[in-house]
Antibody, heavy 118, light 109 residues
Framework: QLRMQESGPGLVKPSETLSLTCTVSGDSISSSDYWGWIRQPPGKGLEWIGSISYSGTTYYSPSLRGRLTISVDTSKNHFSLRLSAVTAADTAVYYC???????????WGQGILVTVSS | QSALSQPPSASGSPGQSVTISCTGTSRDVGGYNYVSWYQQHPGKAPKLMIYEVSKRPSGVPDRFSGSKSGNTASLTVSGLQPEDEADYYC?????????FGTGTSVTVL
């Protein structure tokens, strides 16, 4: 049974870097096409952040490109997100998900709330 | 890339049908047959209901169906049941990226 679990700090100060990791269990991260990040500000809709293949090919949201880095570590079976220079607008529940290709997100983590505040 | 446009809300009585639209452009919805739909209950992670416009993952009831015409995709829920009350989001492939819809809150009256 595939499990995906987001981890990282729940509180980040403005202008600092938000770092999250998604640990995959029950399947090899090398077995699927892509792994993605999606976020949802409180009370608002879903926003696609980006995705990475097991070989390291990345796709980023144009609105976040320049602040965003997604990486993968196949030896640890996890992938990570780093978002720099955060503001209150980056406060959201961050989800990781398996992408079987072309935005077919068939498994999701439970999500982690990250609040940007001083 | 702007979010895809969905109606904020939709409703129906148990047993009735409800259809949710998802309008994009020729650069996303209209250009590719890669539209997916997600159901989200409060406080829960989204769940994949439809992919590649009209395909259902294993375990999703056949009451859920998807279609597309031009730049607009649609999700139809037939025979509404109380557990279908949730938020629904469309998502489309676009070159080198993805874009979600604004979301529709479905109420079962």
């Amino acid at each position: 049974q595939l499990r995906m679990q987001e981890s990282g700090p729940g509180l980040v100060k403005p202008s600092e870097t938000l770092s999250l990791t998604c640990t995959v269990s029950g399947d090899s991260i090398s077995s699927s096409d892509y792994w993605g990040w999606i976020r949802q500000p409180p009370g608002k809709g879903l926003e696609w952040i980006g995705s990475i293949s097991y070989s390291g090919t990345t796709y980023y949201s144009p609105s976040l490109r320049g602040r965003l880095t997604i990486s993968v570590d196949t030896s640890k079976n996890h992938f990570s997100l780093r978002l720099s220079a955060v503001t209150a607008a980056d406060t959201a529940v961050y989800y990781c998900a398996r992408d079987r290709g072309f935005l077919k997100h068939d498994f999701w983590g439970q999500g982690i709330l990250v609040t940007v505040s001083s | 890339q702007s979010a895809l446009s969905q109606p904020p809300s939709a409703s129906g009585s148990p047993g009735q049908s409800v259809t949710i639209s998802c309008t994009g452009t020729s650069r996303d919805v209209g250009g590719y047959n890669y539209v997916s739909w997600y159901q989200q209950h409060p406080g829960k992670a989204p769940k994949l209901m439809i992919y590649e416009v009209s395909k259902r993952p294993s375990g999703v009831p056949d009451r859920f169906s998807g279609s597309k015409s031009g730049n607009t995709a649609s999700l139809t829920v037939s025979g509404l049941q109380p557990e279908d009350e949730a938020d629904y989001y469309c998502c489309s492939f676009a070159p080198n990226m993805g874009v979600f819809g604004t979301g529709t809150s479905v109420t079962v009256l």
